[in-house]
């Protein structure tokens, strides 16, 4: 079966460090994919993380333990325009669909 | 740099109405897919569609859809009767080869059947 976990909703305020988990159990698992998506608007890819550790990436990183299945997505120095819904999504071993969670999202106050 | 494109972006139907979704994937790329979204839910994955053919598709994907690739370049998605609940947004997505690459999404197709 697949189950992806994200918190519904979080706030902060602009210039801090937000941290978004996720947790899943997915059948087979493979690798982890992190999207942004702006309202009305599609997923925009951020990071994929397929072994254990940090992945950096600018302002963003996302973090994997397979053992744990968890991962978790790094914002810092936030921005206005990071106000958006974060979304993971996990892909398995023999297919590449990309399973989403529901996804979090995140206001960032002045 | 290169993008994928929809068409169109806003469709509204009546119910019991074909709807035919068109997407244009990116030049390079060799796998497409949908998934659709409906509003305030989480996007689900459809169907992925590689070397002329599906090669998996959800339990949403039933009868009533069926995608094509009519053309090098375009990639359709057909709804043949809509039903109120297909109202949902509709993004094409496609990736080269490789495993791990990342998908790219279209901008969607909001389709709206009353």
């Known amino acids: 079966g697949q189950n992806i976990d994200q918190p519904t909703e979080m706030t902060a305020t602009e210039g801090a460090i937000v941290q978004i988990n996720c947790t899943y159990q997915t059948s087979g698992f493979n690798g982890l994919f992190w999207y942004q998506q702006h309202a009305g608007e599609a997923p925009t890819f951020l990071s994929y993380?397929?072994?254990?550790g940090l992945e950096e990436k600018g302002r963003f990183s996302s973090f994997l333990s397979r053992s744990k299945g968890y991962s978790y997505l790094l914002l810092k120095e936030l921005q206005m325009k990071d106000s958006a819904s974060y979304l993971c999504a996990c892909t398995s071993y023999n297919t590449d669909k990309l399973i989403f969670g529901t996804g979090t999202r995140l206001q960032v106050f002045p | 740099e290169p993008e994928v494109t929809q068409t169109p972006s806003h469709q509204v139907t009546q119910m019991g109405q074909e709807v035919i979704l068109r997407c244009v994937p990116i030049?390079?790329?060799?796998?497409f897919y949908w998934y659709r979204q409906i509003l305030g839910q989480k996007v689900e994955f459809l169907v992925s569609f590689y070397n002329n053919e599906i090669s998996e598709k959800s339990e949403i994907f039933d009868d009533q859809f069926s995608v094509e690739r009519p053309d090098g370049s375009n990639f359709t998605l057909k709804i043949r009767s809509t039903k109120l609940e297909d109202s949902a947004m509709y993004f094409c997505?496609?990736?080269?080869?490789?495993?791990?690459?990342?998908?790219?999404f279209g901008p969607g197709t909001r389709l709206t059947v009353l």
């Open positions: 997505a496609s990736r080269p080869s490789g495993s791990g690459n990342e998908q790219f």
């Open positions: 993380n397929v072994l254990d």
């Open positions: 030049s390079n790329h060799l796998y």
